[in-house]
């Protein structure tokens, strides 16, 4: 199913009545901020009262879930998710897309984004607390790593996208550091999430709980970080990678190590 294809009919069953006339008024009122939507996903802000909720509706195998951040209990939906698809069917259209603005911003050269984003400094004060990050630390960047895998249920119910999504803010921070020439760092990153994906995925006997695109992309960034050390700790890439194939998840998957080893162990030789 997609998002267009709602109507009134269809979400009005997913709370009761009374539910349902709260959240169009807090469409009415105004109360339903900052809104994107990817293809299945649909998040706001929502101020319900004195709360500030962030409610979020899912598409997931075909069906609807809402995740939000208040404490609702009780048959059906919370207030606040209804209000994130009132508001969708009021006007879908000031759901920033979130896709197509991340595809958008892929084509912009360094220097273009660089100027758009001192433009959002200058002109949005919010903005101004997000570009205070200092510099990514190692320990805090596996730490994060930890807490998101830590957040999947002894069953692996939890969203896959949204982990994923989660898992490449790490990513992220991995490529700034190599981009400082931070690259042991940045590789021993790489390593701890594919040891997680995979680990996770083993744990679990779920060898297919991550994309392939997911896992594909770790692994060529890690080899690629291997490629271009030139300090590189061989004793340690060694561990690591016999830590990666020891995993079944991994000996499972497609990927493997034949020809980084033979380059590898052959340039030591
Ligand atoms: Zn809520």
């Given at each position: 199913m997609r998002f267009e294809e709602l109507d009134a009919d269809k979400?009005?069953?997913?709370?009761?009545?009374?539910?349902?006339?709260?959240?169009?008024?807090?469409?009415?009122?105004?109360?339903?901020?900052?809104?994107?939507?990817?293809?299945?996903?649909?998040e706001a802000a929502v101020q319900n009262n004195e709360n500030w909720c962030t409610a979020a509706v899912s598409i997931i195998d075909g069906g609807l879930q809402s995740t939000c951040t208040c404490q609702h209990e009780g048959e059906g939906w919370c207030v606040c998710a209804l209000a994130v698809l009132a508001a969708w069917l009021d006007k879908p259209e000031s759901f920033l897309d979130r896709t197509a603005l991340r595809d958008q911003l892929k084509q912009y050269s360094k220097s273009e984004l660089i100027k758009i984003i001192l433009e959002l400094a200058d002109k949005v004060l919010e903005s101004r607390e997000l570009l205070k990050e200092e510099s990514p630390d190692l320990d805090t960047i596996l730490?994060?790593?930890?807490?998101?895998i830590g957040q999947v249920g002894p069953t692996g119910a939890a969203e896959t996208g949204e982990l994923e999504e989660k898992l490449r803010l790490a990513q992220e921070k991995a490529d700034r550091l190599a981009?400082?020439?931070?690259?042991?760092?940045?590789?021993?990153?790489?390593?701890?999430?594919?040891?997680?994906?995979?680990?996770?995925?083993?744990?679990?006997?779920?060898?297919?709980?991550f994309s392939e695109e997911l896992k594909q992309e770790l692994y060529e960034e890690y080899c690629q970080l291997i490629h271009e050390d030139r300090h590189l700790d061989r004793t340690l890439v060694q561990q690591e990678i016999e830590q990666l194939e020891s995993r079944a998840a991994f000996s499972q998957s497609q990927l493997n190590f034949a020809d980084l080893k033979k380059n590898f162990i052959g340039e030591g030789e």
């Amino acid at each position: 199913m997609r998002f267009e294809e709602l109507d009134a009919d269809k979400i009005q069953r997913l709370g009761s009545e009374e539910q349902w006339l709260a959240a169009q008024e807090l469409v009415r009122q105004k109360q339903v901020h900052f809104r994107f939507r990817t293809p299945d996903r649909l998040e706001a802000a929502v101020q319900n009262n004195e709360n500030w909720c962030t409610a979020a509706v899912s598409i997931i195998d075909g069906g609807l879930q809402s995740t939000c951040t208040c404490q609702h209990e009780g048959e059906g939906w919370c207030v606040c998710a209804l209000a994130v698809l009132a508001a969708w069917l009021d006007k879908p259209e000031s759901f920033l897309d979130r896709t197509a603005l991340r595809d958008q911003l892929k084509q912009y050269s360094k220097s273009e984004l660089i100027k758009i984003i001192l433009e959002l400094a200058d002109k949005v004060l919010e903005s101004r607390e997000l570009l205070k990050e200092e510099s990514p630390d190692l320990d805090t960047i596996l730490e994060s790593i930890d807490s998101i895998i830590g957040q999947v249920g002894p069953t692996g119910a939890a969203e896959t996208g949204e982990l994923e999504e989660k898992l490449r803010l790490a990513q992220e921070k991995a490529d700034r550091l190599a981009q400082m020439g931070r690259l042991s760092e940045a590789r021993a990153t790489y390593f701890y999430l594919l040891d997680n994906v995979f680990g996770l995925e083993e744990d679990l006997g779920k060898p297919g709980l991550f994309s392939e695109e997911l896992k594909q992309e770790l692994y060529e960034e890690y080899c690629q970080l291997i490629h271009e050390d030139r300090h590189l700790d061989r004793t340690l890439v060694q561990q690591e990678i016999e830590q990666l194939e020891s995993r079944a998840a991994f000996s499972q998957s497609q990927l493997n190590f034949a020809d980084l080893k033979k380059n590898f162990i052959g340039e030591g030789e």
